[in-house]
């Protein structure tokens, strides 16, 4: 069966539509991430924006923009599972796990176990965490990935690797620098992951378990360099030197307001962009909140600085490794010397700037060693068959070992893993770049925060790479991570 290309008519009316159906999503999101409303209403939204998701659809505008056909395929497939989404959803806020006859919500249980000292109970509460996701989420989630390899078929590609690479995504390339990066820096994160682990749990990197590694980057001992009270005023402090006053921008909304049910980490929602973004936080302290704050501030100036007078695509869909980078560079300034410095009064900066490396080695790893993982999976026949391979890459690229059973709910869909693995490039690559060009405190320069301004208001038309090129001359490359991490070691 054929079906006719849109006209460019039906394509615009088709970004309109896209535009308030994401709108929609985002508010909703809002709504119930902050604690306004107890329900997430995703299946209402999807069914008053149907026509955007059938299959005709998606397959009308294959010949359309990249994004917009990218967008469309997305909702075509998400609509097939949006009853197994909101059903991972209610399992995971219903469910209870009692450790020790005590009884606690499964959401809970990472941040509980993060939280405990004593590492035999650790042990309990996180092999009840797997048990539990294991028996009640793994075959919600088997069946939901046979839906998907089905459908795949019918936007003619063979699998979703094959799909995305239809998209532009580079996966192969990516693949091949990820695996240079992890056998650059083996030995690196032997020899300082041994480390970190001995400092702060007093144990060597071949006794930690998954239960440690949470608590290893949870690290109290530092929550009292990053006190509560002095966060919002640091980031509308750092935000002031670059020239934006947080408190007068009139489409970004602060919303600071303490509610029960609102979410504990920092999130953006970008409702109308660029002019409905929020920026909710629930201050509660430590190092995690003060990078998951300036994390999310730097997707809010993002969306917020980005121009009215974008197409859909360029302003909410394009190559997510912008956002995220976005983000990542004003997280990183969180562990930055300079920034510490000048901003917090704080002891052994170097330290802070040392230990921060350390977890970006982790997390770089980690992803690059998703991203492996993800582009066997999506090209197996059979799901379940990827479940010891899942542990077999993860486990060799940390050096401890994981579990098996987190194959299925460690992926975030969409590729969204090279993402986050090229926004760190692009960060390390763009830091680069303004420390060269207005010094080590560029943060705190008014020049900076206009060029900063500028490439915000691009949205995300152009690509990472082609960003960065306009502004550097480089190409962006993931062994600019690797060096961004020897800096500090
Ligand atoms: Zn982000």
């Known amino acids: 069966m054929t079906v006719e290309p849109m006209t460019s008519r039906e394509v615009d009316a088709f970004r309109e539509r896209g535009d308030a159906f994401t709108r929609d999503l985002m508010q909703e999101y809002y709504d119930h991430f902050a604690g306004l409303k107890d329900e997430l209403e995703i299946e209402r939204i999807y069914e008053e924006y149907e026509d955007l998701t059938t299959l005709d659809t998606a397959r009308s505008l294959e010949h359309a923009p990249t994004e917009l056909w990218r967008f469309a395929c997305e909702g075509f497939l998400g609509n097939l599972t949006r009853a197994h989404q909101a059903r991972v959803a209610q399992v995971e806020t219903e469910l209870k796990a009692t450790v020790d006859g005590e009884e606690i919500p499964y959401r809970m249980l990472r941040v509980v176990t993060a939280n405990e000292a004593d590492r035999d109970r650790r042990e309990r509460l996180d092999r009840e965490r797997i048990r539990l996701l294991d028996e009640h989420l793994n075959p919600v989630y088997l069946e939901a990935s046979a839906i998907d390899r089905e459908a795949v078929q019918r936007l003619d590609a063979p699998n979703y690797y094959e799909l995305y690479k239809g998209f532009g995504f580079r996966l192969?390339?990516?693949?091949?620098?990820?695996?240079?990066?992890?056998?650059?820096?083996?030995?690196?994160?032997?020899?300082?992951?041994?480390?970190?682990?001995?400092?702060?749990?007093?144990?060597?990197?071949?006794?930690?378990?998954?239960?440690?590694?949470?608590?290893?980057?949870?690290?109290?001992?530092?929550?009292?360099?990053?006190?509560?009270?002095?966060?919002?005023?640091?980031?509308?402090?750092?935000?002031?030197?670059?020239?934006?006053?947080?408190?007068?921008?009139?489409?970004?909304?602060?919303?600071?307001?303490?509610?029960?049910?609102?979410?504990?980490?920092?999130?953006?929602?970008?409702?109308?962009?660029?002019?409905?973004?929020?920026?909710?936080?629930?201050?509660i302290g430590g190092k995690d909140d003060w990078e998951a704050l300036f994390h999310e501030a730097g997707h809010t100036e993002h969306y917020g600085n980005t121009s009215e007078t974008l197409s859909m695509e360029g302003k909410r869909l394009g190559d997510m490794a912008v956002t995220e980078g976005w983000a990542m560079l004003m997280q990183h300034l969180v562990t930055e010397p300079a920034w510490l410095g000048r901003r917090l009064d704080v002891p052994r900066v170097d330290d802070l700037a040392h230990e921060g490396a350390v977890s970006l080695l982790f997390f770089v790893r980690r992803y690059a060693a998703k991203l492996l993982y993800e582009i066997e999976f999506f090209q197996a026949d059979e799901p379940t068959t990827m479940r010891n391979r899942y542990?077999?890459?993860?486990?060799?690229?940390?050096?401890?070992?994981?579990?098996?059973?987190?194959?299925?709910?460690?992926?975030?869909?969409?590729?969204?893993?090279?993402?986050?693995?090229?926004?760190?490039?692009?960060?390390?690559?763009?830091?680069?770049?303004?420390?060269?060009?207005?010094?080590?405190?560029?943060?705190?320069?008014?020049?900076?925060?206009?060029?900063?301004?500028?490439?915000?208001?691009?949205?995300?038309?152009?690509?990472?790479?082609?960003?960065?090129?306009?502004?550097?001359?480089?190409?962006l490359e993931m062994a600019a991570v690797a060096d961004r991490v020897r800096e500090h070691l």
């Not at 400092?199 to 009292?224: F, K, N, Q």
């Not at 007068?248 to 953006?268: G, I, M, W, Y």
């Open 391 to 475: 542990a077999e890459i993860l486990s060799d690229a940390l050096k401890l070992p994981l579990y098996p059973e987190t194959y299925l709910d460690d992926i975030d869909g969409s590729f969204y893993v090279t993402g986050y693995l090229r926004s760190w490039a692009f960060e390390a690559q763009l830091r680069d770049f303004l420390r060269a060009e207005f010094g080590n405190e560029w943060f705190a320069r008014r020049d900076a925060g206009d060029l900063l301004r500028e490439l915000w208001s691009v949205g995300q038309e152009p690509t990472a790479d082609a960003l960065l090129k306009d502004v550097t001359g480089a190409r």
């Open 172 to 283: 192969d390339e990516l693949a091949e620098e990820c695996r240079a990066l992890l056998d650059e820096t083996e030995k690196l994160w032997e020899r300082e992951g041994d480390r970190l682990f001995r400092e702060r749990l007093g144990l060597s990197l071949s006794e930690a378990r998954p239960w440690d590694v949470g608590r290893l980057l949870r690290a109290p001992e530092l929550d009292r360099l990053y006190p509560s009270g002095g966060m919002v005023p640091a980031l509308e402090a750092t935000l002031g030197d670059l020239g934006i006053d947080l408190r007068s921008q009139a489409n970004v909304h602060l919303d600071l307001e303490v509610r029960p049910n609102k979410t504990p980490r920092a999130f953006c929602a970008p409702i109308e962009v660029p002019g409905k973004v929020m920026l909710v936080i629930q201050p």
